[in-house]
């Protein structure tokens, strides 16, 4: 079993940055993890991820705006989030993809408003 706590979510004006954490309770060397969100009403789709060996993909809404990163020794995942839009505004999670499990985080409500 693998939890996963994410931190840094809030209220931020349009325009701002947030970043998010997400720490694991084992080590994250070499894993796949990424973030996904979910707005009211809407389906859970995927913001970015990064894979075993580093490569990173990002949905073409966030592309030049977020950037995903890992500090393996820390076991932390981090979306730094720049040029905040209203349509971010969502509750973002942390996967992560163990061979046969996917897990995830509780989830950090995101809200861009002016």
């Known amino acids: 079993q693998v939890q996963l706590v994410e931190s840094g979510g809030g209220l931020v004006q349009p325009g701002g940055s947030l970043r998010l954490s997400c720490t694991a309770s084992r080590s994250i060397f070499s894993m796949y993890m990424g973030w996904y969100r979910q707005a009211p009403g809407k389906q859970r789709d995927l913001v970015a991820v990064?894979?075993?060996?580093?490569?990173?993909n990002y949905a073409d809404s966030v592309k030049g705006r977020f950037t995903i990163s890992r500090d393996a020794a820390e076991n932390t995942v981090y979306l730094q989030m720049n040029s905040l839009k209203p349509e971010d505004t969502a509750v973002y999670y942390c996967y992560l993809r163990l061979p046969g499990t996917d897990y995830w985080g509780q989830g950090t409500q995101v809200t861009v408003s002016s």
């Open positions: 990064i894979t075993s060996v580093g490569s990173t």
